[in-house]
């Protein structure tokens, strides 16, 4: 399985738990191959750890954080006076909003090899 969107990052606690973090921005023509993509990730967790999801003091062997923002932003048009020392504002249009998705995924080192596996994460 390819991922276009989610770019992980690994690190690893002291205690061997392993933590992969991704982050994507899309503008609203990508968000839906965007949440597929998170969806992706996280049913083949469910799929291949079933009722392994939650806290590793409770049993569990992976757990996840998904958040998300929405974001417009307003250009500004801006123009210094020579003449007052000042500096004038204009807003512009504003651009298409972007979605950003930020994606935890910690779990055991049996699954964080087989995340990797399965996605191709180095």
Not at 8 to 16: N, T, V
Not at 32 to 38: F, G, I, P
Not at 57 to 71: A, F, H, K, N, S
Not at 104 to 122: H, K, M, Q, W, Y
Request: glycine share 8%; with cysteine.
């Amino acid at each position: 399985m390819s991922l276009n969107y989610l770019d992980f990052d690994y690190s690893e606690d002291d205690e061997g738990t392993g933590t992969f973090d991704a982050m994507a921005s899309v503008l609203p023509a990508q968000l839906a191959a965007l949440h597929a993509e998170v969806a992706q990730v996280l049913q083949w967790a469910h799929s291949e750890f079933p009722d392994a999801c939650g806290p590793s003091e409770d049993g569990g062997q992976w757990q996840y954080d998904l958040q998300g923002v929405q974001d417009v932003s307003t250009p500004l048009a801006l123009d210094f006076d020579a003449a007052t020392g000042s500096i004038h504002s204009a807003p512009g249009t504003p651009t298409p909003p972007r979605t950003t998705l930020t994606l935890s995924v910690s779990g055991s080192t049996d699954f964080c090899a087989a995340l990797r596996s399965a996605f191709g994460i180095s």
